[in-house]
């Protein structure tokens, strides 16, 4: 007589797309977060500048005229 075995579903190994997903979260973290930080820090001191240049252009043309 023939035993019949059931044929058990390949199980999926998550490893590698658990280590691609930390490595994501890691890199995002740690590289691209503080990167973004800096980039919007200067643009707000950029505009900051812009403004007290105006101001300052506005009392050069003040005391010119």
């Known amino acids: ?3 019949k075995t059931k ?3 390949p ?3 998550y490893r590698l ?3 691609i997903l930390l490595t994501i979260a890691f890199f995002s973290f740690f590289a ?3 990167s973004i ?3 919007l820090s200067l643009q707000k001191e950029k505009t900051e500048y ?3 240049n105006q101001v300052l252009e506005d009392k050069i043309q003040n005391i010119i005229s």
């Open 7 to 9: 044929k058990e579903a």
């Open 37 to 39: 930080t800096l980039i």
């Open 17 to 19: 797309t658990s280590f």
């Open 1 to 3: 007589m023939k035993k």
């Open 50 to 52: 812009e403004k007290i």
């Open 32 to 34: 691209i977060r503080p």
């Open 11 to 13: 199980s999926k190994d």
